[in-house]
C-alpha cells in the first residue's frame, strides 16, 4: 500500500466510534471510493436570499439546489473531493453534512413517546459517510491552522531584519517545506479567486497529513470525542420543545457512540433540525460563521459579510463598475464587493470618522491577512475610505454604477423621526450621482414605511425593480432593487434661483 493511502485511510478510519465502533475502511479501492464519496451538504443562508445562494451554488460547484420549506436553509449534493470549494461560498453562514432527512415525520400524540422515538432513532441513522466527511473537514481545518501558524512565525521572522543564525535559517527552509505541503488545495480555501484544478481532499493533498496521522497511530488508546446536540425548531404543532429533544436524542446519541457529552468545548456537533413535519439531522462542519471572514473592527451596526454578498450580488457589477456605499459603517459591504468583485472599484464612506476609521482599518486587516497568506507584499485592494456627508456626496453627477448600502434603521443609528428628512435627501443625492439608464442602487432599510413614502416622491428618477424580505436581529427588514431611470438629474435651486452650494461638484 503506498503512503498517501495509508495516511489516507488512517484518516478517515479515525476512531469516530470510540471503543465500541469503529469505521472500517479497506485497503482495496478505499481511496476512490472516499474520492466519489457523494453527501448531501445543508447550508444556512441569510432569509431572503435562499435562491441567491443556490444560484452560487449552482455556478461554483455545478449542483442542483434544493431550497429548504424552512427559510434560510438550502441543500445540496457534492463529492467529498468539492468540500474545499464549498467552504468558498460567499453566500453561506453555517455548513452541516446531512445525516438522514424525513420530510414527513409522524410525531406520535404525546411527549413521551415522541421523545421515546428520538432515542430509538439515534440507533438507526446512517452515521458512516457523514463521520468520515466530518473527519476529513477536520483534518482539512488543522492543516489550515498549522499554516496560519507557520505563516505568522515567517512574518516575524522578517521583521527581525535578518539577525538570527543558520539554525533560524535551517528552521525556516522547514517550515517553508511544510507550508508547501498542501498549499494548493489550502489556497483555494482561503482564497476563491483562484481559478487552477485543485486536487481532492482525500487524494494526494493528504499526504501532508501523513506525519500526523502516523503520530496518531502510535497512540495506544483512541481518544474519546466529545460532541453535543443542538435542536433547531420551528412549527407551532409539537408537544415538545427543543431542550427536551436535544436532552433525549443526546443521551442516545451518547448511549449509541460512547461519546462525552460537553455543551461548550465538543469535537461533534450535532444537529437536529425540526420544522413542521420535517426533520433533518447533520453534523456541523463550520465551527463559527462564515460571515465574519473580513470584519475585524466591529461596529453598532455591522452588516454580515454573507448578506452583503447578496446584496451586491442582486445588482449584477460588470467589470469597471464604480460601486458606492455612501453609508458604510464598518465597510461590509464594500469590502466584500472588493474582495469578490475585484475588477471593479469601490468607494466606502460615512459621516461618522469614528465609521471610517474602522473601515479603513478593516482594510488594513484584510490586507495584512493576505500577505501572511501569501508571503509577500500584496497589490492591495480596487477600495477607498472617505469620510463624507451621505446627502452631499463630493462625486460628479452620473459618476456611479452601482449604490449599494445599508440605510440607518431608526433604532440602534439615527431616529425614525431623522429618516423622514434623511432618506429624501439621500434617495436625491444617490439619483444625481448615479448613471441615468444604466445604474442601480440596493439599499437595504427596516424602516419600510418611510422608505415608501420617500420612493413615491422620487418616481421620475427612480424605478423599484425588486424586493427582497430579510431578517436583520430579529427585525423584518427589507432589500430594495432600484433601477435609475433615464431622466437626466435637475438640481434643485434656492428661492432666489440659483444653484444650491452643495450641488457643486468636486
Not at 531584519?161 to 508547501?180: C, I, L, P, S, V
Not at 481518544?223 to 446536540?229: T, Y
Not at 449599494?404 to 443625492?429: H, I, Q
Amino acid at each position: 500500500m503506498s503512503e498517501v493511502q495509508e495516511a489516507t485511510n488512517q484518516l478517515l478510519d479515525g476512531n469516530l466510534h470510540g471503543n465500541q465502533r469503529s469505521i472500517q475502511v479497506t485497503e482495496s479501492g478505499s481511496r476512490s471510493e472516499s474520492e466519489h464519496l457523494q453527501v448531501t451538504i445543508g447550508a444556512t443562508v441569510p432569509t431572503g436570499f435562499e435562491q441567491t445562494a443556490a444560484d452560487e451554488v449552482r455556478e461554483k460547484l455545478g449542483s442542483s439546489c434544493k431550497i429548504s420549506k424552512d427559510r434560510g436553509k438550502i441543500y445540496f449534493d457534492i463529492s467529498v473531493e468539492s468540500l474545499a470549494q464549498v467552504h468558498c461560498l460567499r453566500s453561506v453562514d453555517n455548513l452541516f453534512v446531512v445525516v438522514k432527512e424525513f420530510k414527513d415525520y409522524q410525531f406520535k400524540e404525546t411527549k413521551e413517546e415522541v421523545l421515546k422515538d428520538f432515542e430509538e432513532l439515534a440507533g438507526k441513522l446512517p452515521w458512516s459517510e457523514p463521520l468520515k466527511v466530518w473527519k476529513v473537514n477536520t483534518s482539512f481545518k488543522k492543516k489550515k491552522t498549522k499554516r496560519k501558524k507557520i505563516n505568522q512565525n515567517s512574518s516575524k521572522e522578517k521583521i527581525d531584519n535578518g539577525q538570527g543564525d543558520r539554525a533560524d535559517e535551517r528552521d525556516d527552509t522547514k517550515g517553508f517545506t511544510n507550508k508547501t505541503l498542501g498549499s494548493h488545495i489550502l489556497d483555494y480555501y482561503e482564497n476563491p479567486a483562484i481559478k487552477e484544478e485543485i486536487s481532492t481532499l482525500v487524494g494526494d493533498d493528504l499526504a501532508s497529513c501523513k506525519d500526523e496521522a502516523d503520530e496518531g497511530s502510535k497512540e495506544d488508546t483512541p481518544e474519546v470525542l466529545k460532541f453535543r446536540v443542538t435542536c433547531n425548531r420551528a412549527g407551532e404543532k409539537h408537544c415538545f420543545s427543543s431542550n427536551e429533544a436535544a436532552r433525549d436524542f443526546g443521551g442516545a446519541v451518547q448511549d449509541y457512540f460512547k461519546w462525552k457529552a460537553d455543551m461548550t468545548n465538543f469535537d461533534v456537533e450535532v444537529l437536529l433540525n425540526i420544522h413542521d413535519n420535517e426533520i433533518v439531522v447533520g453534523i456541523a462542519l463550520t465551527e463559527e460563521s462564515l460571515h465574519r471572514r473580513n470584519i475585524t473592527h466591529f461596529g453598532p451596526t455591522t452588516l454580515r459579510s454573507t448578506l452583503a454578498y447578496g446584496m451586491l450580488r442582486l445588482c449584477a457589477p460588470q467589470p469597471t463598475d464604480i460601486i458606492v456605499d455612501p453609508m458604510c459603517g464598518t465597510g461590509a459591504i464594500p469590502i466584500e464587493g472588493a474582495t469578490e468583485w475585484s475588477n471593479c472599484y469601490h468607494i466606502a464612506g460615512d459621516n461618522n470618522p469614528l465609521a471610517v476609521n474602522r473601515a479603513a482599518n478593516n482594510i488594513s486587516s484584510l490586507l495584512t491577512k493576505s500577505q501572511m497568506k501569501e508571503g509577500k507584499v500584496p497589490w492591495g485592494l480596487p477600495i477607498d475610505a472617505v469620510q463624507w456627508d451621505s446627502c452631499h456626496l463630493p462625486l460628479r453627477t452620473g459618476s456611479v454604477d452601482i449604490i449599494v448600502t445599508d440605510m440607518p434603521f431608526g433604532k440602534r443609528m439615527g431616529s425614525k423621526k431623522r429618516n423622514w428628512n434623511l432618506y429624501p435627501a439621500c434617495l436625491r443625492e444617490m439619483s444625481r450621482v448615479c448613471r441615468p439608464g444604466t445604474g442601480r442602487a440596493v439599499l437595504l432599510t427596516q424602516d419600510k414605511k418611510c422608505f415608501t413614502k420617500a420612493l413615491s416622491g422620487m418616481g421620475h428618477v427612480w424605478r423599484k425593480v425588486h424586493t427582497v424580505w430579510v431578517n436583520i436581529g430579529g427585525l423584518h427588514a427589507a432589500v430594495y432593487l432600484l433601477k435609475r431611470t433615464p431622466q437626466a438629474f435637475v438640481h434643485p435651486v434656492e428661492h432666489d434661483g440659483e444653484r444650491a452650494p452643495w450641488c457643486k461638484e468636486l
